[in-house]
C-alpha cells in the first residue's frame, strides 16, 4: 500500500511515520521546503517523545519519504491524507484555505482512484466542500476521474502522539464509498491490537466525533475547575473530592485535575469552533460557552492568590516560573496559561526567571520573548526569587530539593497550579504553599 500525507505538523508528521513503521510505504508533504529538507536530515520540526527515532529509522529504510511535490505523491497513493492546519479564523471558526487548497491540487493532478480522507479537525460538511473542490478541479481538466472522501479524525494527544497512533482507543472513519472503507480497513488492520476498534460512520458524524470528544474533555476540565474554586470558598479539598467522584465508572478518574485552565492547539481551538458551528445553525451551546469563560478565568487564578497574599503591587518582586509549555512533554506554547500568568505578573510591576525543560527555546522565539530571564534550570530559576509558581508538572518538577529552595527563594511560599506538591510537608519545611482548590 502507499499513501500520501499533506502537512508535516503533530498529526501528519506522527500518522506518516507510524504508518510506515508497519510497512505502509509512504510520502510526507509539505510545501515548507526547509522543514521537508530539515526532516531528510534528521531534523524534526517539533518535540515529541520517539519521534526522531521513528522518523530516521523509516526514512533510511525507504518507507518514509518527503517531498514538496504533491502531485508526484499522490501517484499510485491508494489515501491521501490532508493533515494541514485549521487555524482560527477572527469570528472562532476553522479557516479551512489550507484544507481545500489541498483537496483542489489533489483534483487537479490525480490519475487513478483515490481516498481523501481528511485528518485535520474540521467543522461538520467539510467533507462535502473538500469533495466539491476535487470535483471542480476535476472538470477545469475536463476529466472524469472516480474518488472517495473520508474523514478519519486524529485523537492525538501531544507529548504521547506515538502510543496514541499505534495503540488507539478507536479509530473513526466517517465514509460513504464501499471501496474507500475497505482500504481504510486495510490501512487500519495493523493497529487494532484487541478487537475490533475501527468505528465507521457518515462523514458528518465523524467530524462531529472529533470536537465532540474534545468539547466533553475540556468541558470536564473547567467543570473540576469550577468545583475547585468553591472548594476554597466552603473550606473543602478538592483533591479528595476528585478521588471520591472519579472512582464512579460512570465518571472516571481521568481529566478531572484542576489546573491553571487547559491550552494547547486543539481543546480552546475547536471549544470556539463548536460554539461558532452552534450559531451558524442559530443554536446556543450554552454548557460550552461556559467552558471557555471557566478557562479564560481560570488562567488568572494563580495570580489572584499571589496578590492576595503579597498585595496588589507586585513591583520590585521576582518570581520564579516552572514551566512554560501548556502541559508536560511538549515544547508547545499555543495558548499556554504561563502567558497570561507572566503578561499579568509584569503588569502588576514583577519580575519573572523562567525555567522549562524544552520549551524556552519557543517561548523566547513566539511568544513570550525577553519579557522573562530564561535560566538554565531550576534552582537557577529560584535565585533571589519572592516565590516559586508551579505552572506545568513536568517530572523533574516533581520531587525538587527543598532544602536547597529553602536557601534559593527569598521566601519560602510555593504556588502550585497544578497540585502536585503535598501541602502537608510543604508545611513541615517551613514553607507557606497555595494550590488550586485546596485551603
Ligand atoms: C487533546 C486531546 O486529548 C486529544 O485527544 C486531541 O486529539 C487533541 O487535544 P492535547 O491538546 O495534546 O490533546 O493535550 P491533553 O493532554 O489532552 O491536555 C489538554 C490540556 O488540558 C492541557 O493544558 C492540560 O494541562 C489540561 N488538563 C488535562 C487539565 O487541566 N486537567 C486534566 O485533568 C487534564
Not at 473530592?241 to 481529566?255: A, H, L, S, Y
Request: proline share 4%; charged share 25%.
Amino acid at each position: 500500500m502507499k499513501i500520501t500525507v499533506v502537512g508535516t505538523g503533530y498529526v501528519g508528521l506522527v500518522s506518516g511515520a507510524c504508518f510506515s513503521d508497519v510497512g505502509i510505504e509512504v510520502v510526507c508533504v509539505d510545501i515548507d521546503q526547509k522543514k521537508i529538507e530539515g526532516l531528510r536530515n534528521g531534523i524534526m520540526p517539533i518535540y515529541e517523545p520517539g519521534l526522531e527515532g521513528l522518523v530516521n529509522r523509516n526514512y533510511k529504510s525507504g518507507r518514509l519519504q518527503f517531498s514538496t511535490n504533491l502531485a508526484e505523491a499522490i501517484q499510485g497513493s491508494d489515501v491521501a491524507f490532508i493533515a494541514v492546519g485549521t487555524p482560527p479564523g477572527e469570528d472562532g471558526s476553522a479557516d479551512l484555505k489550507f484544507v481545500l487548497g489541498v483537496a483542489e491540487e489533489i483534483g487537479r493532478h490525480m490519475t487513478d482512484y483515490i481516498v481523501v480522507a481528511t485528518k485535520s479537525t474540521v467543522p461538520v460538511t467539510t467533507g462535502e466542500k473538500v469533495r466539491a473542490a476535487i470535483k471542480a478541479s476535476l472538470e477545469k481538466r475536463g476529466v472524469d476521474l472516480p474518488f472517495a472522501v473520508a474523514s478519519n479524525p486524529e485523537f492525538l494527544k501531544e507529548g504521547a502522539a506515538i502510543e496514541d497512533f499505534l495503540k488507539p482507543d478507536r479509530i473513526v472513519i466517517g465514509v460513504d464509498d464501499e471501496k474507500a472503507e475497505e482500504i481504510m480497513k486495510r490501512l487500519y488492520k495493523p493497529f487494532q491490537l484487541s478487537g475490533d476498534r475501527l468505528i465507521y460512520m457518515d462523514i458528518p458524524s465523524a467530524e462531529m466525533t472529533k470536537y465532540a470528544s474534545n468539547a466533553m474533555l475540556a468541558t470536564k476540565i473547567s467543570f473540576m475547575n469550577d468545583i475547585a474554586n468553591l472548594c476554597e470558598l466552603v473550606g473543602a479539598n478538592v483533591n479528595m473530592v476528585r478521588k471520591g467522584i472519579g472512582t464512579d465508572q460512570r465518571i472516571g478518574n481521568k481529566f478531572i485535575y484542576p489546573g491553571v485552565g487547559y491550552g494547547g492547539s486543539c481543546f480552546p481551538k475547536d471549544v470556539k469552533a463548536i460554539v461558532k458551528t452552534g450559531k451558524q445553525y442559530g443554536y446556543e451551546l450554552k454548557v460550552l460557552q461556559a467552558v471557555e469563560e471557566v478557562n479564560e478565568a481560570q488562567k488568572h487564578v494563580l495570580v489572584n492568590k499571589i496578590k492576595k497574599h503579597f498585595g496588589e503591587d507586585l513591583s520590585g518582586m521576582t518570581f520564579a516560573m516552572w514551566g512554560l509549555s501548556f502541559k508536560p512533554n511538549t515544547d508547545d506554547m499555543r495558548e499556554a496559561p504561563a502567558v497570561v500568568i507572566i503578561e499579568e505578573l509584569i503588569a502588576a510591576g514583577a519580575k519573572v526567571k523562567a525555567y522549562d525543560p524544552v520549551a524556552m527555546k519557543e517561548a523566547k522565539a513566539h511568544y513570550v520573548g525577553d519579557k522573562v530571564t530564561y535560566c538554565k534550570d531550576a534552582y537557577d530559576a529560584c535565585v533571589d526569587a519572592d516565590a516559586l509558581l508551579l505552572v506545568t508538572e513536568w517530572s523533574e518538577f516533581r520531587i525538587p530539593s527543598w532544602e536547597v529552595l529553602g536557601k534559593l527563594l527569598t521566601n519560602k511560599v510555593v504556588f502550585d497550579g497544578r497540585n502536585i506538591y503535598d501541602r502537608e510537608y510543604l508545611k513541615e519545611l517551613g514553607f507557606q504553599s497555595y494550590g488550586i482548590g485546596v485551603n
